[in-house]
């Protein structure tokens, strides 16, 4: 059975600095308010610089997910769904991704809150592995707020065995969708 997609959830509300490269560098003395506002950096000597990839993203699946058994149920003022995902990125973010989605959606109205978990396959800037990520946020129908996005810690494998950061996505309101990863490597 194939799920309708909430389409709140990906309204641009607010412009995103996008760096021209791959490394963004920082002085040293910024190194630990960086990390106190959980910003990557990667100490280079006495730089510190922050990798970004960027890359498009395109969802091939959205299926509605049995669970069984079924959890308990608790009427509340908006339902709740879960559902997988399969996505397949490109660009400087390149390869594909597994997603647990689950929210609380009220899709006549536009309203609600998703949280997604996804396995993460591929390269970022052309450096292989694997990892997790996770992102969230809150829709009142014309916008998008309360966002989370989180390089899981330790979740790292192959060139990417410990990558730690954040990141973001954006879909336009012409539908395309895009991801990014601010993200340090030892």
Do not use: C
Request: charged share 20%.
């Amino acid at each position: 059975m194939q799920a309708k997609r909430p389409q709140g959830f990906g309204l641009r509300t607010r412009l995103h600095h996008r760096s021209k490269g791959k490394l963004r560098p920082r002085s040293a003395g910024s190194a630990e308010s960086s990390e106190r506002a959980g910003l990557p950096s990667r100490r280079v000597a006495n730089i510190i610089a922050v990798m970004r990839a960027t890359g498009d993203f395109r969802v091939v699946s959205f299926e509605a997910a049995k669970l069984d058994p079924p959890p308990h149920a608790i009427a509340t003022g908006l339902p709740v769904g879960v559902a997988t995902m399969d996505k397949r990125y490109e660009g400087g973010v390149s390869g594909r991704s597994a997603t647990i989605f689950t929210s609380a959606f009220d899709q006549a109205r536009g309203i609600g809150t998703y949280v997604a978990m996804e396995s993460f396959e591929g390269s970022l800037n052309a450096l292989a592995g694997a990892f997790n990520f996770v992102h969230a946020a809150t829709t009142s129908g014309s916008d998008r707020t309360h966002e989370h996005f989180l390089i899981v810690p330790s979740s790292g494998a192959g060139g990417l065995a410990s990558i730690r950061g954040s990141g973001g996505l954006t879909v336009d309101v012409d539908g395309k969708h895009e991801i990014w990863f601010e993200y340090e490597l030892d």
